[in-house]
């Protein structure tokens, strides 16, 4: 069974601190590796993709992927109260029609 | 780029009936488009997996017969609620992606589904 975990929260973080959000995944042949936000009552919205072991930025976000410790994380600096929001990991295991297996998600709420 | 639409937005109906929900990638052609359902509080649930003109991959537990789905064209994907009952109220999410050389889903606004 092909799973993602992350931590269901609410992470709570004060205004302009840095939010980390975690993500495992269970299987070794997993290629690619995205973040989705997602807010109440919509739907998600691409973040971020990462491909390859190390950090990749854009903006006030950051995702590292290591892959032999089968973890991904995305960082969030300078932390405003728009990005409070449920942030979602998703993974694909190759299969050849790119479906992705999400995580429940991890509520962040940033407070002011 | 990769804007992808539903239609409708909402719907509210009645049990018994059936409610089609469009998904239209705008400004790309989708190879492969999937349906999600999110009940609330929950994460997303992959339901079917469509592909243009061939039979949608159906995930396990989801009935094929209650829930059609036609993607006739590269751009358009259709996903047929049949005799809708207040368990089916739902928010209904389609995504696609590009092709061969992506595996990035971009996803539509959602439908949210309301039987009574």
């Known amino acids: 069974q092909k799973e993602v975990e992350q931590n269901s929260g609410p992470l709570s973080v004060p205004e302009g601190a840095i939010a980390s959000l975690n993500c495992t995944y269970s299987?070794?042949?997993?290629?690619?590796f995205f973040w989705y936000r997602q807010y109440s009552g919509k739907s998600p919205e691409l973040i971020m993709s990462i491909y390859s072991n190390g950090d990749k930025e854009d903006g006030r976000f950051t995702a590292q992927l290591n892959k032999a410790s089968q973890y991904v994380s995305l960082l969030i600096r300078d932390s405003q109260p728009s990005d409070s929001a449920t942030y979602l990991c998703a993974v694909n295991y190759g299969g050849s029609q790119g479906n992705l297996i999400f995580g429940k998600g991890t509520k962040l709420s940033v407070k002011p | 780029g990769a804007v992808v639409s539903q239609h409708p937005s909402w719907v509210i109906c009645k049990s018994g009936t059936s409610v089609k929900i469009e998904c239209r990638s705008l400004d790309f052609q989708a190879t492969t488009m999937f349906w999600y359902r999110q009940f609330p509080k929950q994460s997303l649930m992959l339901m079917a997996t469509?592909?243009?003109?061939?039979?949608?991959?159906?995930e396990q537990g989801v009935e094929k017969d209650k829930f059609l789905i036609n993607h006739a064209s590269l751009t358009l994907s259709t996903l047929t609620v049949t005799s809708a009952h207040p368990e089916d109220s739902s928010f209904y999410i389609c995504?696609?992606?590009?092709?061969?050389?992506?595996?990035?889903?971009?996803f539509g606004p959602g439908t949210r589904l309301t039987v009574l």
């Open positions: 469509s592909n243009e003109g061939s039979k949608a991959t159906y």
């Open positions: 299987d070794r042949g997993s290629q690619s």
């Open positions: 995504s696609a992606h590009t092709g061969f050389s992506s595996d990035t889903q971009y």
